[in-house]
Structures are given as structure tokens and as C-alpha cells.
């Protein structure tokens, strides 16, 4: 329903930092939660970050606690994710996807209504 639109990707060395974008179409954008997921060639999509509406609890994969930030301004309907000190292991397609209901704390992609088209990170070693 509504429409997500990945940003922001690229090539990076290891150590180096990227920061995504994802914007989405309509403006209930606030009630949502957001989240961020991300899919190597041949693997399965995996979780990476999350954000709720309120208070804006922000929640991550192990793999990226302490690296990655989450954030969403609601007056733009924009969801970013920063990333720093990249690792090659980082290399996949990021998604940003929303959960229409509003589920706090929710990791699962099952639970995530709408899917942006991806935008590729590549960190060379």
C-alpha cells in the first residue's frame, strides 16, 4: 500500500561508512514501524535494524550493534540507516520495509507489510 523507495547505496572499503535513505509515499508514515533488512546473493534476507513510532525505540541486529544507527524524521516520511565501520560481510541489498500495524519491536520480515526495491552495499576488503 505504500510506496518505499531505497537510497544511498554504494561502494566502500572496509572500515568506511554509508548512510541509507528510505522514503515513503503517504503520511501515516508516523504510525509505522520501520525496519531495514538486507539479502546476500544466495542467501536468506535477514534482519538488520528496526524503529518504532513511539517514543522511537530503536532496536538492531547483533551483527551491527555499534556500528549502525537507525532513525526516522516523520515530518519528511524518511527512515535512515548509518552505517560506519563497514565490514565485507555487510555486502548484500538493503530494504527498507514497514509494518503497517505498528508492532513494537518486531524483527520479523513476515511481519512487514510494504518493501522498498533495494539499494546495493558493497565493501571491499
Known amino acids: 500500500q505504500v510506496q518505499l523507495v531505497e537510497s544511498g547505496g554504494g561502494l566502500v572499503q572496509t572500515g568506511g561508512s554509508l548512510k541509507l535513505s528510505c522514503a515513503a509515499s503517504?503520511?501515516?508514515?508516523?504510525?509505522?514501524?520501520m525496519g531495514w533488512f538486507r539479502q546476500a546473493p544466495g542467501k536468506e534476507r535477514e534482519f538488520v535494524a528496526g524503529?518504532?513510532?513511539?517514543?522511537?525505540?530503536?532496536y538492531y541486529a547483533d551483527s551491527v550493534k555499534g556500528r549502525f544507527t537507525i532513525s526516522r524524521y516523520n515530518a519528511e516520511n524518511t527512515m535512515y540507516l548509518q552505517m560506519n565501520s563497514l565490514k565485507p560481510e555487510d555486502t548484500a541489498i538493503y530494504y527498507c520495509?514497514?509494518?503497517?500495524?505498528?508492532?513494537?519491536?518486531?524483527?520479523?520480515?513476515?511481519?512487514?507489510?510494504?518493501w522498498g526495491q533495494g539499494t546495493q552495499v558493497t565493501v571491499s576488503s
Open positions: 520495509a514497514a509494518d503497517l500495524s505498528g508492532r513494537f519491536g518486531t524483527a520479523s520480515s513476515r511481519a512487514f507489510d510494504s
Open positions: 503517504e503520511g501515516s508514515f508516523s504510525t509505522y514501524t
Open positions: 524503529i518504532t513510532w513511539s517514543p522511537y525505540y530503536s
